[in-house]
């Protein structure tokens, strides 16, 4: 019995076959790479930089409101005291000068005028108040005259007005001067003081 040699398989040529790589085209590549930076870049300054920067422009801005209000609190520690002395040198210098005390001359604009009309402008003197009116009619203005008579702190009213003629109901622009009657007895007592010494 005769024993066969076993056969290997022999490899007798090399196979000289590469696998190609796809170089990328460089003009698509550089592109797009700075595309996307691009957006990368405005999107961290804008989704992130201006976020964090707005936020913080917001403290800071908070941080001065509250330094101011602190400041504002501070000057006006002594507010009461400035209002009593202020009342008290007012109410010695009305008794002086005869004239009205000015919170009486802002409750007659108040009760009298400001809740029927709107009220443009006020000066309050020792003798007189002038109010200029606007948005009322002629019937309102008379209401409002007739009130004022009644008032004990009213001596006369006198009423200027600028209106058209064309409706009856038209809003009229008024001017209202308030002679007040501690002012009044106090001119005539100073009219026959003077009028005693000539």
Known sequence: MTVRAKKYPVKTTMNLAQKEIKHRDMGVVIPTAVVLAVLIGLFCKFGVVDRLNAISRTDSAAVQQEDLLAQLQAQTTDYDQVLEEYQSYTA????????????????????????????????????????????????????????????????????????????RNAQVVATMTIQLAAAQAADSADGGEEAASK
């Open 92 to 167: 010695a210098k009305n008794a002086i000068h005869g004239g009205a005390d000015p919170m009486d001359c802002l409750g007659i604009i108040e009760a009298n005028l400001i809740a029927r009309s709107q009220v443009q402008s006020f000066a309050v003197a020792p003798s007189l108040i002038t109010v200029q009116l606007s948005g009322v009619t002629l019937n309102q203005i008379s209401s409002m005259y007739q009130d004022l008579k009644k008032n004990p702190l009213v001596s006369g009213v006198q009423v200027y007005t600028a209106a058209t003629q064309a409706e």
